[in-house]
């Protein structure tokens, strides 16, 4: 399984990924642990039908509060946002959850392009842009929470 220290917002997206893939295919999760345990975690938290399961929630609450974080600390985060923000809101007016989160919504935009990939249907250069954006955001976030872990080992490594 993917470790959510290293990148979280690819764990994030590989649980989704993960869920979808046990909805689609559910004998599978007979052929392997990790997918046994993803999908008895789908039927225990309800979400076989939709939504995702507590362990992708709870990561996607980390990742959000750290962007809330950085957005109030770091100006140039705060306006890499900003620039975002505008095509993150036309993403969610066309879900059905206009009001998920901007960092939501980066994940969503990212699931959404690799799945349009997977079924070889094309990109526009429009919304190759703001996966770009969206990926810079998520790479940041990833390698702040990384570095926030990384550091809170070494000082419990450092008071034993």
């Known amino acids: 399984m993917k470790n959510k220290k290293d990148n979280i917002a690819e764990y994030i997206l ?4 993960l869920e979808d893939y046990l909805r689609a ?8 642990e990790e997918l046994a345990n993803i999908y008895q975690m789908m039927h225990a938290d309800d979400v076989m039908d939709g939504g995702h399961i507590q362990l992708a929630q709870i990561a996607l609450k ?3 509060m750290l962007s809330d974080d950085i957005i109030a600390q770091e100006a140039t985060y705060k306006a890499a946002m900003l620039q975002l923000t505008p095509s993150l809101n036309l993403l969610k007016a066309r ?15 990212l699931y959404q392009i690799m799945m349009l990939r997977l079924q070889g249907k094309p990109v526009s ?11 810079a955001i998520l790479q940041y ?20």
């Open 14 to 17: 590989y649980l989704w990924q």
């Open 25 to 32: 295919f559910p004998e599978a999760a007979e052929q392997n």
């Open 62 to 64: 980390e990742l959000e």
């Open 95 to 109: 879900t059905d959850r206009p009001t998920m989160t901007n960092i939501e919504a980066c994940l969503v935009l």
């Open 125 to 135: 250069a429009e919304t190759e842009e703001v996966q770009k954006q969206a990926t």
């Open 141 to 160: 976030l990833s390698k702040t929470y990384y570095m926030q872990d990384k550091l809170e080992e070494d000082d419990d490594e450092a008071t034993i």
